[in-house]
């Protein structure tokens, strides 16, 4: 008899839908299309990252995503009063928090929560008292996962950044950090999802890392939908990520 396949899920990133549409100002092509689009692809959830500056994901957009999708919706969002604001308003199912800096073009790092537990706390604490389900984006590293769990947060996102950027050997060694690290969040209790960067190309060695149950995946699949539709684009990484669990397809 053959183990049953640990599930997956696909939380697809609108975002770059938005920031399209933003280059001309008009209404077209609209993020919440793609989100109900990715929706009947097969995505579990839709991410979306409303930014300080608004360069992508509008209140607007919020706002109507919360009314049209039936979707778990992730909300990625600063640590900020602002922000906080905003989700405990919209109640979206989970909260992502991420560092956020204005010059950067996407999220660069992980937030650091060791090193800013204190100043954290307070945001893990009211998102999750609205019911809220709390991620913190970090680096794939044993400290963070530790103050992520002496702060209540339930869940992690690991940054996999730094791994789809590698080659050669570089790869394979921030690939066992991240398979360290999943390892450790699951033995501390946390639920643990990955993310940034990932491609039909280096999705399959993520998605074969046992403990993690949640993929969010943007940027690609959105570039990938000029060349071959959202539908396409999303159903096969589903299909790279059910294959690289073990699945059959
Ligand atoms: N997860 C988090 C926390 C992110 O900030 C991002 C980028 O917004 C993603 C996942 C998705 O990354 P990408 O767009 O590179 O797939």
Redesign the pocket.
């Known amino acids: 008899m053959t183990a049953p396949v640990r599930p997956l899920r696909l939380?697809v990133?609108i975002?770059?839908v938005a920031t399209i549409r933003n280059a001309r100002g008009g209404p077209h092509p609209d993020p919440v299309r793609a989100a109900l689009t990715a929706a009947a692809a097969g995505a579990d959830g839709i991410?979306a990252?409303l930014r300080e500056d608004r360069r992508h994901i509008s209140d607007d957009d919020l706002r109507r995503l919360m009314r049209d999708l039936h979707l778990p919706l992730n909300l990625?969002m600063a640590a900020t009063d602002e922000m906080l604001g905003i989700a405990l308003r919209h109640r979206p199912h989970a909260a992502?928090l991420?560092p956020e800096n204005r010059a950067e073009r996407?999220?660069e790092g992980g937030l650091d929560v060791a090193g800013g537990q204190l100043r954290l706390t307070r945001f893990v604490e009211a998102l999750g008292a609205a019911g809220i389900r709390v991620s913190l984006?970090i680096e794939p590293e044993a400290r963070q996962l530790e103050a992520a769990r002496a702060i209540g947060a339930p869940v992690v996102?690991l940054?996999t950044?730094a791994y789809?950027e590698a080659t050669g050997v570089a790869r394979d060694q921030q690939l066992a950090r991240l398979q360290r690290a999943a390892t450790e969040a699951e033995a501390l209790g946390l639920e643990c999802?990955a993310?940034?960067?990932?491609s039909f190309d280096t999705v399959a060695a993520i998605a074969a890392i046992p403990g993690i149950v949640e993929l969010?995946?943007?940027?690609?699949?959105?570039g990938e939908a000029i060349f071959g539709g959202l539908d396409s684009a999303v159903r096969r990484m589903r299909g790279l990520m059910h294959r690289a669990r073990g699945g059959r397809q």
């Open positions: 939380g990133n975002d770059h991410t990252h990625e992502c991420v996407t999220t984006f996102e940054h950044g789809c999802h993310g940034h960067g990932l969010n995946i943007g940027h690609f699949l959105v």
